[in-house]
Nanobody
């Protein structure tokens, strides 16, 4: 059972990045998914969720209108398109196989998280 994020990096303010999360070892299409981030010195923040079919999405106010979550169940992959990036978006971004609708996710013992990918927004 594994989630592997990719696509992070250094980007200038106003730029864009697309994160991917490749799932394996579990029935990806049966799980709602989340993107969670942790900024330096801060706690975990659930920023976006998506249901199993991809038709229902949620966003934190901090990213609404700038980020778009999507999934491709045929490819067992979750995505996060991030536009108009700001320095305050700098964080480690994790994907998880659960919909954390609370802004402060409580990771359960059966939840699977990836190792994270670093996003740095700086000029």
């Amino acid at each position: 059972v594994q989630l592997v994020e990719s696509g992070g990096g250094l980007v200038q303010p106003g730029g864009s990045l697309r994160l991917s999360c490749a799932a394996s070892g579990f029935p990806f299409s049966s799980y709602g998914m989340s993107w969670v981030r942790q900024a330096p010195g801060q706690g975990l923040e659930s920023i976006s969720t998506i249901n199993t079919a991809g038709g229902i999405t949620t966003y934190a106010d901090s990213v609404k209108g700038r980020f778009t979550i999507s999934r491709d169940n045929a490819k067992n992959t979750l995505y996060l398109q991030m536009n108009s990036l700001r320095p305050e978006d700098t964080a480690v971004y994790y994907c998880a196989n659960r919909r954390y609708l609370s802004p402060y996710p409580a990771r359960g013992p059966a939840d699977v998280w990836g190792q994270g990918t670093q996003v740095t927004v700086s000029s």
